[in-house]
């Protein structure tokens, strides 16, 4: 076949430049061609080009970005391949591409890091943004290496200097360097310097306003490596005023990226406002009443950043200062609440007539509602007297608009404010609600009413209610409502079942769900002709009636049990119609997979359900083999959702079986080893690592023969750089669940698991210097580990092979007393490691006594444990210490 283009051109060294310059803009040209064929060609001469020869492809895309000859289309696509050259969304795959940069010759790397500079100075727009992106995703990987120092400098030093569409340029680059970077890798005389050339970019008499956009824009990147300079006030009140000044403007797009810096001035220095506040309010008023959507949404988020701020400290402290809070509450939301408030509710008349029907929809009334809300969680009692009036003057007004807005008013205020101060209000209200659902003639209203509803039951009707708002006499009423309610239109049927679903939760939460299972045939085949309707496609309406039917299934009681296994049938039915091999077009297939995945997850209720109640068990023991041949069925869709619901129905219906799953492993067991070898779609390998849980507490001893296939497996698992971190937690885990399965016959894979542990072990142990997403992962990573460790102990116990294990103990003495001195593990891995303690000297005996005695600070850990508020870690340190003065005494 002839191509075209002869690879020998871009191969051999001595080639014409000019001629390599012209085919490379042609094949960028050509990939973007609408003939796919004349496109998926050009796509495979480039890739061709970088797998035989990287430098000189990566060489020949930056000089054509640079190059002012070219087509802004090549040019575009060049810096796009470029970016896309030094990063990935997977974390494995940015990692290669960061050290397939890393490794290219230093030469080439500079003449296209000079290309790129170049670029900047272009008088084409979308190339010198595209050169943005690139330097800052090359400035992302050379920095922390001490590479490219002199970036920063050549940026800021001809920023006075050049023309406004350089200096655009420039500060945009900044702006994308402060995103792609971490702080602690630019000094903080480099910082200085950033900040200054961009506050000053944004001042009001920088006469280019696309320079003070990019200014603007650039400082909200920025603001994360501000911490010194908002420590100081002059700094500070600069900032600040010119922050100020640029959201009053005469340019929206400016005065938006102002309120975006103010937003998040808001929650990243929440503790230097005080001097602010006043003024930010009278900025963000003026910017609700007056200003166009996008800015005023901006002007209320401020607020609600305030609010979390403030909900976060008070949760954390519980209200009460000391001098090691962190940050004490300035209670800015309380002192501002009595011209917030009625700000708020302004806003809550401005709706827009679809915004029901569109998932996706947010204005201003939603952002208004939304404040108002977390203004409601803030303050609690504070904010009823200022919102009732609202509510009374406008929920019986002839316009919609009015009764929507009281309505919605009256919902956003019902998660803060506490049972007593709301009880009263809601028992007056209820009624009233119920006939608004039934009789209004706006949709909107019936849309909001039947949220409200739910919110009613969501926070006041549950066990922590002294005072019950549902009673024999009124749940008919309300169910009756309800259930009529989810013919309507579908945004508003959703909100019923939404309502049903938070009615069922309180009864669950009660623990007496009586009141509700009289009518509890009457309610699910409500909720299963939901599920039929044409228009169950619509405003999630399918996927709220089966999660409502889950809830009342799982708060039904042992009088339902006969029904409740009567849905076994008609769920199984239902499921089976969607495995008819119909041929399907893409769209439809969706929607189908979608249904599979509700139907899965609704069996998977029902089993366990039917499975806690041992007289219930047998009813639906006889429809075992369906059950797990359709489950089998459904693995044959290629859809990772389906996979997901499926495996989790077979990890429930392998518990509830018990030792009786057996019979059906030996065809499920290929699609176990397929899950766990589902890299791409991790979830579905997680849950899968959980299932295999589930049939080690099941089957116990009868799991043993496919143990060798199923460690291998997860060996292979943890040791895959391609697999998402999030999986390794559980995977150790599971290695406890074999073990307490199989016993002493875990011998065989402890040469393997063990070092493994180890060094996991030691990885976890060390967190100085972390963020708070790494801390919550390092903590999930040692307690898989302990669980491993525990399950280990507790498999081996009372048999003659407990003298294997001696060998590990010091180490993993030594990572029980590394975490205990880190300070930073959370209560959940604390009863773990605990109890591994326990575990420990429990399966050792008298070996392990002397080297508890050694270990740094076991007896630290466990007074402490002892002393502790939670009762789970303290019953487990008890068991522990008897445990220990066992192995000890002896």
Same mark, same amino acid.
């Given at each position: 076949?002839?191509?075209?283009?002869?690879?020998?051109?871009?191969?051999?060294?001595?080639?014409?430049?000019?001629?390599?310059?012209?085919?490379?803009?042609?094949?960028?040209?050509?990939?973007?061609?609408?003939?796919?064929?004349?496109?998926?060609?050009?796509?495979?001469?480039?890739?061709?080009?970088?797998?035989?020869?990287?430098?000189?492809?990566?060489?020949?895309?930056?000089?054509?970005?640079?190059?002012?000859?070219?087509?802004?289309?090549?040019?575009?696509?060049?810096?796009?391949?470029?970016?896309?050259?030094?990063?990935?969304?997977?974390?494995?795959?940015?990692?290669?591409?960061?050290?397939?940069?890393?490794?290219?010759?230093?030469?080439?790397?500079?003449?296209?890091?000079?290309?790129?500079?170049?670029?900047?100075?272009?008088?084409?727009?979308?190339?010198?943004?595209?050169?943005?992106?690139?330097?800052?995703?090359?400035?992302?990987?050379?920095?922390?290496?001490?590479?490219?120092?002199?970036?920063?400098?050549?940026?800021?030093?001809?920023?006075?200097?050049?023309?406004?569409?350089?200096?655009?340029?420039?500060?945009?680059?900044?702006?994308?360097?402060?995103?792609?970077?971490?702080?602690?890798?630019?000094?903080?005389?480099?910082?200085?310097?950033?900040?200054?050339?961009?506050?000053?970019?944004?001042?009001?008499?920088?006469?280019?306003?696309?320079?003070?956009?990019?200014?603007?824009?650039?400082?909200?990147?920025?603001?994360?490596?501000?911490?010194?300079?908002?420590?100081?006030?002059?700094?500070?009140?600069?900032?600040?005023?010119?922050?100020?000044?640029?959201?009053?403007?005469?340019?929206?797009?400016?005065?938006?990226?102002?309120?975006?810096?103010?937003?998040?001035?808001?929650?990243?220095?929440?503790?230097?406002?005080?001097?602010?506040?006043?003024?930010?309010?009278?900025?963000?008023?003026?910017?609700?009443?007056?200003?166009?959507?996008?800015?005023?949404?901006?002007?209320?988020?401020?607020?609600?950043?305030?609010?979390?701020?403030?909900?976060?400290?008070?949760?954390?402290? =519980?209200?009460?200062?000391?001098?090691?809070?962190?940050?004490?509450?300035?209670?800015?939301?309380?002192?501002?609440?009595?011209?917030?408030?009625?700000?708020?509710?302004?806003?809550?008349?401005?709706?827009?007539?679809?915004?029901?029907?569109?998932?996706?929809?947010?204005?201003?009334?939603?952002?208004?509602?939304?404040?108002?809300?977390?203004?409601?969680?803030?303050?609690?009692?504070?904010?009823?007297?200022?919102?009732?009036?609202?509510?009374?003057?406008?929920?019986?007004?002839?316009?919609?608009?009015?009764?929507?807005?009281?309505?919605?008013?009256?919902?956003?205020?019902?998660?803060?404010?506490?049972?007593?101060?709301?009880?009263?209000?809601?028992?007056?209200?209820?009624?009233?609600?119920?006939?608004?659902?039934?009789?209004?003639?706006?949709?909107?209203?019936?849309?909001?009413?039947?949220?409200?509803?739910?919110?009613?039951?969501?926070?006041?009707?549950?066990?922590?209610?002294?005072?019950?708002?549902?009673?024999?006499?009124?749940?008919?009423?309300?169910?009756?409502?309800?259930?009529?309610?989810?013919?309507?239109?579908?945004?508003?049927?959703?909100?019923?079942?939404?309502?049903?679903?938070?009615?069922?939760?309180?009864?669950?939460?009660?623990?007496?769900?009586?009141?509700?299972?009289?009518?509890?045939?009457?309610?699910?085949?409500?909720?299963?002709?939901?599920?039929?309707?044409?228009?169950?496609?619509?405003?999630?309406?399918?996927?709220?009636?089966?999660?409502?039917?889950?809830?009342?299934?799982?708060?039904?009681?042992?009088?339902?049990?006969?029904?409740?296994?009567?849905?076994?049938?008609?769920?199984?039915?239902?499921?089976?119609?969607?495995?008819?091999?119909?041929?399907?077009?893409?769209?439809?297939?969706?929607?189908?997979?979608?249904?599979?995945?509700?139907?899965?997850?609704?069996?998977?209720?029902?089993?366990?359900?039917? =499975?806690?109640?041992?007289?219930?068990?047998?009813?639906?023991?006889?429809?075992?083999?369906?059950?797990?041949?359709?489950?089998?069925?459904?693995?044959?869709?290629?859809?990772?959702?389906?996979?997901?619901?499926?495996?989790?129905?077979?990890?429930?219906?392998?518990?509830?079986?018990?030792?009786?799953?057996?019979?059906?492993?030996?065809?499920?067991?290929?699609?176990?080893?397929?899950?766990?070898?589902?890299?791409?779609?991790?979830?579905?390998?997680?849950?899968?690592?959980?299932?295999?849980?589930?049939?080690?507490?099941?089957?116990?001893?009868?799991?043993?023969?496919?143990?060798?296939?199923?460690?291998?497996?997860?060996?292979?698992?943890?040791?895959?750089?391609?697999?998402?971190?999030?999986?390794?937690?559980?995977?150790?885990?599971?290695?406890?669940?074999?073990?307490?399965?199989?016993?002493?016959?875990?011998?065989?894979?402890?040469?393997?698991?063990?070092?493994?542990?180890?060094?996991?072990?030691?990885?976890?142990?060390?967190?100085?210097?972390?963020?708070?997403?790494?801390?919550?992962?390092?903590?999930?990573?040692?307690?898989?580990?302990?669980?491993?460790?525990?399950?280990?102990?507790?498999?081996?116990?009372?048999?003659?092979?407990?003298?294997?294990?001696?060998?590990?103990?010091?180490?993993?003495?030594?990572?029980?007393?590394?975490?205990?001195?880190?300070?930073?593990?959370?209560?959940?891995?604390?009863?773990?490691?605990?109890?591994?303690?326990?575990?420990?000297?429990?399966?050792?005996?008298?070996?392990?006594?002397?080297?508890?005695?050694?270990?740094?600070?076991?007896?630290?850990?466990?007074?402490?444990?002892?002393?502790?508020?939670?009762?789970?870690?303290?019953?487990?340190?008890?068991?522990?210490?008897?445990?220990?003065?066992?192995?000890?005494?002896?």
């Amino acid at each position: 076949m002839s191509m075209p283009i002869s690879y020998g051109n871009f191969i051999s060294l001595d080639i014409n430049r000019k001629k390599i310059a012209m085919e490379v803009t042609q094949v960028l040209l050509s990939a973007q061609a609408v003939d796919a064929t004349v496109r998926k060609h050009a796509e495979d001469t480039l890739k061709q080009f970088q797998d035989q020869n990287l430098p000189g492809f990566l060489l020949s895309l930056s000089g054509e970005l640079a190059s002012e000859e070219k087509p802004i289309e090549s040019r575009k696509l060049a810096g796009l391949i470029l970016k896309n050259a030094l990063d990935a969304k997977e974390q494995h795959r940015k990692y290669e591409l960061v050290q397939r940069w890393l490794s290219l010759d230093v030469a080439v790397k500079g003449q296209i890091k000079a290309c790129l500079l170049q670029t900047l100075s272009s008088s084409v727009p979308d190339a010198r943004s595209t050169a943005s992106q690139v330097i800052a995703k090359v400035a992302s990987i050379e920095l922390p290496q001490k590479q490219w120092p002199e970036l920063i400098g050549s940026l800021l030093s001809n920023i006075h200097q050049v023309p406004p569409h350089v200096k655009q340029a420039t500060l945009e680059t900044l702006g994308y360097l402060c995103e792609e970077v971490v702080p602690d890798v630019v000094d903080q005389d480099h910082v200085n310097k950033i900040l200054t050339a961009v506050v000053q970019g944004m001042n009001a008499n920088e006469g280019n306003n696309e320079v003070r956009l990019a200014a603007t824009r650039a400082l909200y990147n920025a603001l994360s490596f501000a911490q010194a300079n908002f420590s100081n006030d002059m700094e500070r009140d600069y900032i600040m005023r010119v922050v100020c000044e640029a959201t009053l403007s005469p340019e929206v797009k400016i005065r938006l990226a102002a309120f975006e810096c103010l937003v998040s001035i808001g929650s990243t220095y929440y503790e230097k406002l005080t001097p602010y506040i006043q003024d930010i309010f009278n900025i963000t008023l003026k910017a609700v009443r007056e200003e166009e959507e996008p800015v005023a949404l901006q002007a209320i988020e401020f607020w609600s950043s305030v609010c979390d701020e403030e909900i976060d400290i008070l949760e954390e402290y =519980g209200g009460e200062f000391t001098a090691d809070s962190d940050v004490p509450c300035y209670h800015f939301i309380k002192q501002a609440l009595p011209a917030l408030v009625p700000m708020l509710l302004e806003t809550l008349l401005k709706q827009e007539e679809d915004q029901d029907q569109d998932d996706g929809a947010w204005n201003l009334a939603m952002a208004g509602g939304t404040c108002l809300g977390l203004v409601a969680r803030t303050v609690g009692d504070d904010i009823v007297p200022l919102v009732m009036p609202f509510i009374e003057e406008n929920i019986t007004k002839p316009d919609w608009r009015q009764r929507e807005a009281a309505t919605y008013a009256f919902g956003s205020i019902l998660e803060g404010p506490s049972p007593d101060k709301l009880t009263p209000i809601v028992n007056v209200a209820l009624n009233f609600m119920l006939t608004a659902l039934t009789n209004d003639p706006s949709s909107h209203v019936k849309d909001t009413t039947a949220w409200t509803l739910g919110r009613i039951f969501e926070f006041l009707h549950g066990s922590t209610m002294e005072t019950p708002i549902i009673t024999p006499e009124n749940c008919q009423q309300i169910i009756t409502v309800l259930l009529q309610s989810m013919k309507d239109v579908p945004n508003v049927a959703e909100k019923a079942c939404g309502a049903l679903y938070f009615l069922a939760q309180g009864y669950e939460d009660l623990g007496s769900s009586s009141s509700l299972m009289p009518y509890f045939q009457e309610i699910v085949q409500s909720l299963l002709n939901v599920t039929h309707r044409e228009d169950a496609g619509e405003s999630r309406l399918r996927t709220a009636a089966y999660e409502t039917l889950n809830e009342v299934v799982r708060c039904s009681t042992e009088e339902t049990a006969r029904l409740v296994s009567e849905l076994v049938q008609v769920i199984m039915a239902e499921l089976h119609k969607t495995l008819e091999g119909q041929k399907l077009s893409s769209d439809e297939r969706e929607k189908q997979n979608e249904l599979q995945g509700l139907l899965c997850g609704c069996l998977q209720v029902i089993i366990q359900k039917l =499975g806690a109640s041992n007289t219930a068990k047998y009813a639906f023991m006889q429809y075992g083999d369906q059950i797990m041949n359709l489950l089998l069925r459904v693995f044959a869709c290629r859809s990772a959702t389906v996979h997901e619901e499926a495996m989790l129905a077979i990890g429930a219906f392998a518990y509830a079986t018990g030792p009786n799953f057996a019979i059906f492993l030996p065809e499920f067991y290929k699609y176990l080893e397929m899950g766990l070898q589902n890299f791409e779609e991790y979830q579905v390998c997680a849950v899968t690592v959980g299932v295999v849980g589930d049939i080690c507490r099941a089957l116990e001893g009868k799991i043993l023969p496919y143990c060798d296939g199923i460690m291998t497996q997860l060996l292979k698992d943890l040791s895959s750089n391609q697999l998402h971190r999030s999986v390794k937690p559980p995977i150790f885990s599971c290695f406890g669940d074999i073990a307490l399965a199989i016993g002493e016959n875990f011998e065989k894979y402890l040469m393997y698991a063990m070092p493994m542990l180890q060094s996991a072990a030691e990885l976890s142990a060390h967190t100085s210097g972390v963020d708070d997403e790494m801390i919550e992962y390092t903590n999930l990573l040692r307690n898989g580990i302990l669980e491993a460790y525990s399950g280990i102990f507790q498999g081996f116990k009372n048999t003659p092979k407990t003298q294997l294990l001696f060998p590990y103990a010091p180490h993993i003495l030594q990572f029980l007393d590394s975490i205990y001195m880190e300070k930073d593990m959370d209560d959940v891995v604390m009863k773990t490691a605990i109890g591994v303690l326990g575990d420990l000297a429990d399966t050792l005996g008298s070996n392990a006594g002397s080297l508890i005695q050694q270990s740094v600070s076991s007896k630290d850990f466990l007074n402490e444990c002892l002393s502790s508020d939670d009762h789970l870690i303290k019953e487990s340190a008890e068991w522990a210490r008897l445990a220990i003065s066992r192995a000890i005494s002896v």
